[in-house]
């Protein structure tokens, strides 16, 4: 059974920073490019990030590229995401989720970033 569980999810100030794990089962990731991906209240799903099998290859949407760090540890099948210089506009459920491929879509972990 696919599982695929975020969370590091949390209440940031605005330029505050946050990390971001995925922790992935049903599956071994090392042999899928994996992505985060967001869902702000009433806006449709935006990719994120994508990192490739090998992590050594990552693309990043506009709005984040400079800001967020996406990366994989395949041993331990976990997907992580460093988010810096957060903005309010980054405020949504991030998930996790294969590139291309995707999985059902798992358990999210909520990004609020307020003053």
């Known amino acids: 059974q696919v599982q695929l569980v975020g969370s590091g999810g949390g209440l940031v100030q605005p330029g505050g920073s946050l990390r971001l794990s995925c922790a992935v089962s049903?599956?071994?990731?090392?042999?899928?490019?994996m992505s985060w991906y967001r869902q702000a209240p009433g806006k449709e799903r935006e990719l994120v990030a994508v990192?490739?099998?090998?992590?050594?290859?990552?693309n990043y949407a506009d709005s984040v590229k400079g800001r967020f760090t996406i990366s994989r540890d395949n041993v331990k099948n976990m997907v992580y995401l460093q988010m810096n210089s957060l903005k309010i506009e980054d405020t949504a459920m991030y998930y996790c989720?294969?590139?291309?491929?995707?999985?059902?879509w798992g358990q999210g972990t909520q990004v609020t970033v307020s003053s």
């Open positions: 049903g599956f071994t990731v090392s042999i899928f490019a």
């Open positions: 990192i490739n099998t090998g992590g050594g290859i990552t």
């Open positions: 989720n294969r590139y291309g491929s995707r999985a059902p």
